[in-house]
C-alpha cells in the first residue's frame, strides 16, 4: 500500500442510534437478538491460522435467564497457551514490518464493519451475554469500540509526526518501534469495546497479542475476533484463549518475551499480576510495560448551591445504568442537609419508574447483574445494610435469582461517613448516600478524599463558582476523570481519556495518545553526512 493511499478518519465521533419504535435499527436488533438467542454457539481458542474446539467446554448463559444455554466455549489447556505465544512471536516480524498505513487500514476496516454490517450482531452478543440494555450495548459494543479504533489510528499518525530537530549536517529522527516480545490483554466482562480495544491499540502499533478475555464476555469477544478477521488483520497477531486465567496467566508471566501487561479488572487480580511480574524480573528481556485500569468507589458531592433534579438525575444515572457494573459507577454519595429532602424524595419518584428485566423488553432501564457469585456478594452488602444501626436501606433492596441475577436499584443512607459501603467496591445496583451540614462542605472534601483507596472518578455538583475551584483544588488526587455538574460516568473516546490513579491503576488514560506511547519503544537515529575526519576540536587550535 502506497502511503498517499491511505486517508486518516475524520475526528468525529460514531454517532448513538436511537432505536426508536419503528426504526430499522430497532426492527434489526430485535431479530438478530432473536435470531441469535434461539440457536447455539460453540466458540473455539483462535491460535495462529488455527480455530481449536477443545472437549473441555463450557456453557454460556445470558445473566438474565440463567437456564437458557446459548452456547459453549473451548477450554485451553497449557499447550494451547504456548502454542499462541509461540504463533504471536512467530508472527511478530512480519506484522512488526508492515507499514503503519497497513495496519491502519485493517483497524479503519473493522470500525467500519462494527458500524454497518456487524452492529446488530456485536449489540445482540452483549445483550444476551452481558446483560446489557440496547442503549448500554449502543454505546459500548457499537460506538465506544469505532471510536477506539478510529481515534487510535489518529493518534498513532501523531506519534509518528513527533520527531526531534535536524541541525546543519545531522538528521535526527525516532523510530516508534513496537515491543520486542508480546503482550498480554486481560480484559473484564462489562464492556465490549475494552476487550477489543485493549488488543487492538496494542496491536495498531505493531505489537502481537495473547488476549484472555472474560469468561462472562466470551460471545462478544468472539464477534470481535470474526470482524478483526474479515478486516484482514493476519492470524497470529491476536490469539484469544479462553480457561482457568491462573493458569493462562502463569504461563504468560513465565515466559522471558514477555513485555506488557494491558490489563483491565479488578485491583486485587491487578496487584497480583504485579507482583507476579517483581517475581520474575530477571527472567524477561525487557521491564515489562504493565498498563492497568481497575476499581473505583465514586463520589458525587451535593454542594449545598446544586440543583436538586440535576443531583437526583446524576446518582440514578451514574449508579445504576448497566447495574452500576461500571469501575466509573456512582457508589458514594455527598448530600448537604438543606437539600437532602428534597433530593432524596425525588430520587424515590424516578426510581418508582424503573422497570427491570430480559434487555430484549426495551422499556427495561436495568437487568440482571453478570453471575451468582456477584449476585450473593451484592446481597451481603445489602443484608448488612439492613441489619446495622448506622445504616438502613432507604429505596429498594430487593432481590431475586430465580430465573436472572435480578437486583433492584438499592440506596443505603448511612450516619457514618466511613460505612463499609462507602469504602468497599460492590460492583452492583447499590448507592451509599451521606448527609451532612451545609456548612462543613469543605471538610466533607477532606472525608471524600480520604475515604476509599480509589481514586477513579468523581463528580461535584454546584451552582457556585468558588466552589467548584476550590472542589477542584482539593480533590485533585481523588479521581482520575473528574465530573462537574454531571454523573461521574459515560466518558466518550477523544472527549474525555479515561483513567485513574492510586488503587484504580496506572492512569494511562485509554482513549488517547498516552495510551497508545505505552505500546512503542523509540528508537534514536541519528545520521551525520559530514562526519569528522580528526579528533581534535576548534578550541584546541
Request: proline fraction near 5%.
Amino acid at each position: 500500500m502506497k502511503k498517499n493511499t491511505f486517508q486518516l478518519p475524520k475526528r468525529i465521533n460514531e454517532e448513538t442510534k436511537e432505536y426508536i419504535k419503528g426504526s430499522k435499527e430497532r426492527k434489526e436488533i430485535i431479530e438478530t437478538y432473536n435470531s441469535m438467542f434461539s440457536k447455539k454457539i460453540d466458540i473455539p481458542l483462535f491460535i495462529g491460522e488455527k480455530e481449536i474446539f477443545t472437549e473441555n467446554k463450557k456453557n454460556i448463559t445470558p445473566p438474565h435467564d440463567h437456564q437458557k444455554i446459548v452456547g459453549t466455549y473451548s477450554l485451553c489447556e497449557e499447550i494451547h497457551v504456548k502454542d499462541a505465544i509461540k504463533s504471536a512471536l512467530d508472527k511478530k516480524n512480519e506484522w512488526t514490518n508492515t507499514p503503519w498505513q497497513e495496519r491502519a487500514s485493517i483497524f479503519l476496516k473493522a470500525a467500519e464493519l462494527i458500524a454497518g454490517p456487524y452492529r446488530s450482531k456485536i449489540n445482540a452478543a452483549t445483550m444476551i451475554g452481558q446483560s446489557k440494555s440496547i442503549f448500554q450495548a449502543e454505546i459500548d459494543a457499537a460506538c465506544e469500540f469505532v471510536d477506539f479504533l478510529k481515534f487510535n489510528i489518529i493518534f498513532m499518525s501523531e506519534i509518528y509526526k513527533e520527531q526531534p530537530i535536524t541541525v546543519g549536517n545531522v538528521s535526527n529522527r525516532l523510530e516508534y518501534r513496537p515491543l520486542e516480545g508480546f503482550i498480554y490483554a486481560i480484559t473484564p466482562f462489562n464492556f465490549t469495546a475494552i476487550g477489543g480495544n485493549l488488543c487492538a491499540s496494542a496491536a495498531l502499533m505493531g505489537n502481537v497479542i495473547l488476549w484472555k478475555p472474560s469468561d462472562h464476555q466470551i460471545y462478544s469477544a468472539k464477534v470481535i475476533m470474526d470482524i478483526f478477521n474479515e478486516a484482514g488483520l493476519p492470524k497470529g497477531v491476536i490469539n484469544m484463549v479462553t480457561g482457568d486465567p491462573e493458569m493462562v496467566t502463569n504461563i504468560a508471566l513465565e515466559n522471558p518475551n514477555l513485555s506488557g501487561i494491558h490489563f483491565t479488572g479488578s485491583t486485587h487480580v491487578f496487584k497480583g499480576l504485579w507482583s507476579k511480574v517483581g517475581e520474575n524480573i530477571n527472567i524477561y528481556k525487557d521491564y515489562p510495560r504493565i498498563v492497568g485500569e481497575t476499581g473505583g468507589k465514586d463520589f458525587i458531592v451535593s454542594h449545598p448551591s446544586s440543583d436538586s433534579k440535576v443531583v437526583s438525575t446524576a446518582i440514578l444515572r451514574g449508579a445504576f445504568e448497566y447495574q452500576g457494573q461500571k469501575c466509573s459507577a456512582a457508589s458514594r454519595v455527598y448530600l448537604p442537609e438543606s437539600k437532602s429532602d428534597e433530593i432524596l424524595e425525588n430520587l424515590k419518584t424516578q426510581i418508582k419508574t424503573i422497570k427491570m428485566g430480559s434487555p430484549i423488553d426495551f422499556e427495561n432501564f436495568m437487568t440482571a447483574v453478570i453471575h451468582k457469585n456477584s449476585f450473593d456478594k451484592i446481597v451481603k452488602y445489602i443484608e448488612k445494610a439492613r441489619n446495622d444501626d448506622e445504616a438502613k436501606i432507604l429505596i429498594g433492596g430487593d432481590y431475586d435469582d430465580s430465573k436472572g441475577y435480578f437486583i433492584s436499584p438499592t440506596v443505603i443512607l448511612t450516619t457514618d461517613p466511613n460505612y463499609i459501603t462507602m469504602n468497599e467496591e460492590i460492583f452492583g445496583p447499590v448507592v451509599t448516600i451521606f448527609v451532612y451540614a451545609d456548612n462543613e462542605w469543605k471538610d466533607i472534601l477532606k472525608i471524600v478524599d480520604k475515604t476509599s483507596i480509589y481514586a477513579l472518578t468523581g463528580a461535584f455538583i454546584s451552582k457556585d463558582e468558588e466552589s467548584i475551584e476550590y472542589a477542584l483544588k482539593h480533590l485533585r488526587y481523588s479521581a482520575g476523570n473528574f465530573y462537574i455538574n454531571d454523573k461521574p460516568s459515560g466518558a466518550v473516546v477523544g472527549q474525555q481519556p479515561f483513567g485513574g490513579s492510586r488503587a484504580s491503576g496506572t492512569n494511562d488514560k485509554a482513549g488517547s495518545k498516552l495510551n497508545l506511547l505505552r505500546w512503542v519503544s523509540p528508537r534514536l537515529i541519528k545520521e551525520n553526512f559530514n562526519p569528522p575526519t580528526d579528533y581534535p576540536y576548534p578550541y584546541m587550535e
